[in-house]
């Protein structure tokens, strides 16, 4: 969402059709009369519905407190959605002698995915020329209802946008429980998507060297 | 872990270590006390009449979550999602009669048996949340043998439910030992349980470690040494 509203100001469409995000913004705005704790109830409610339809006995004392922990947990699981590029980068420092990549690698990263509600893991290695200890924060960006495409997307365009390095390449490797733990239920595959930008893009030794470094056996 | 695990499950295991042998124990399986009543309620073919009202939760939570329920992404969701759900619980359906497929079988063998790093994946009945791991089942057979797959069966059954590990491992133990008799049985999980890695205090590599020893294992400890020698190898 701040991506898009940043790059009609500047009137770039290299970013354009990056996030082709949900139409959250007008979301947000439009629930801002609810108050959270309202929006919370109706979340118990829903999960007691579905603890109830699942064949469980929701008087158990095991799941008693269920629907509430449930909800809050899904909301902090989506609490991303609340924090943008700005939040994280703040007070980012551009020192413009300092042109040396910092890599940064296996950034623990947890999201949920937006088809089936189930987590996904895994890494996220980031090749950047920035400050080294703002990259980190970026996994919360994960923390939204995702598709790893898009949040690979989502990492590099915040990256590009807020700093405007000369490059930048994010590989993210993750499995993903939706494979895993139900459907084709392949216990050992893994995800993998990069996005490369700038110099990554344009200079195939640049992007061939950060692959060579990045990709596991 | 009191606290957790089902009362009856516990008069069961009372009853094995009242007895002074674990082979004088036969558990008639109408009998079985480690299904609590709720958990083989749901007949299998009542999901697809349940899905609709699954649906209507999953759109209410991604509304109330702030998300657009009509954006192409989501659309499906609450659709997937519910039947998502119903397969992670679809153990509250199956029972070990149905299962076992009369595979058990007459053998001369009265050393230890075990099934290790079986995979386990099941679902915190606290957050919702998956955990999952690893199972190592341990089992000293009393001239009859299970079907080694049918070990890994039950595993199934029971993780896919709404779960606590420590009551998981002991409806593992406690279904096994129902099957025939046997001398002794063995389980132990190592999970990671994801609403401790991805929220609340957010520890990556923390992992839970249980266990349940039955008969020969509870009583001599150079057996279940054994076991958790064996089952801890590479």
């Not at chain 1, 807020?162 to 459907?183: D, N, Q, S």
């Not at chain 2, 609590?36 to 759109?59: G, I, V």
């Amino acid at each position: 969402m701040e991506y898009q509203h940043d790059v009609e100001i500047n009137g770039e469409d290299k970013y354009q059709n990056i996030c082709k995000h949900n139409g959250l913004c007008k979301k947000e705005k439009d629930s801002k009369d609810d108050t959270d704790s309202n929006k919370l109830s109706h979340i118990e409610k829903a999960y007691t519905t579905i603890l109830s339809e699942l064949g469980e006995d929701v008087d158990r004392e095991g799941l008693r407190r269920t629907p509430l922990r449930a909800a809050k947990a899904m909301q902090f699981f989506t609490k991303g959605y609340k924090e943008t590029t700005q939040d994280i980068l703040n007070d980012a420092i551009f020192d413009e002698d300092h042109d040396e990549m910092v890599i940064v690698k296996d950034i623990d990263l947890f999201s949920l995915c937006e088809h089936h509600l189930v987590p996904f893991f895994g890494k996220v290695t980031i090749w950047a020329y920035l400050p080294n200890k703002k990259v980190v924060g970026l996994s919360k960006l994960a923390r939204r209802l995702q598709v790893q495409e898009r949040l690979t997307k989502q990492i590099a365009s915040a990256i590009s946008e807020a700093l405007e390095p000369a490059g930048v390449a994010v590989v993210i490797e993750a499995a993903h429980m939706c494979m895993v733990m139900r459907g084709v239920q392949k216990i050992n595959a893994s995800t993998v998507t990069s996005v490369m930008l700038g110099t990554f893009q344009d200079n195939p030794i640049t992007r061939k060297e950060f692959l060579d470094l990045t990709i596991r056996k | 872990m009191n606290g957790h695990c089902n009362v009856k499950v516990n008069d069961t295991v009372e009853e094995f270590h009242s007895n002074n042998s674990f082979s004088d124990l036969l558990i008639d399986s109408k009998k079985s006390v480690v299904h609590r009543k709720h958990e083989t309620s749901r007949k299998k073919d009542e999901d697809q009449s349940r899905l609709p009202a699954l649906e209507a939760a999953y759109t209410s939570i991604l509304r109330e979550l702030g998300e657009d329920t009509d954006r192409q992404g989501l659309l499906r969701t609450p659709h997937r999602a519910a039947k998502a759900m119903q397969f992670l619980t679809k153990g509250y359906h199956e029972t070990i009669e149905d299962i076992l497929n009369n595979a058990i079988f007459d053998e001369d063998h009265d050393e230890m048996v075990i099934v290790k790093n079986i995979d386990v994946f099941s679902l915190c009945e606290h957050h919702l949340v998956p955990f999952f791991g690893k199972v190592h089942i341990g089992y000293i057979p009393n001239k009859k043998v299970v079907g080694l797959s049918k070990l890994a069966r039950i595993v199934e059954i029971f993780s896919r439910r709404l779960q606590v590990q420590e009551r998981l491992t002991k409806q593992i133990a406690v279904g096994i030992s129902e099957l025939c008799s046997q001398k002794g049985v063995a389980v132990v999980i190592e999970a990671s349980h994801m609403c401790m890695v991805m929220r609340g205090v957010q520890k990556m590599n923390s992992r839970t470690v249980t266990s349940t020893m039955l008969g020969i294992y509870l009583e001599d400890p150079k057996t279940r040494e054994e076991f958790l020698t064996l089952s801890r190898s590479a």
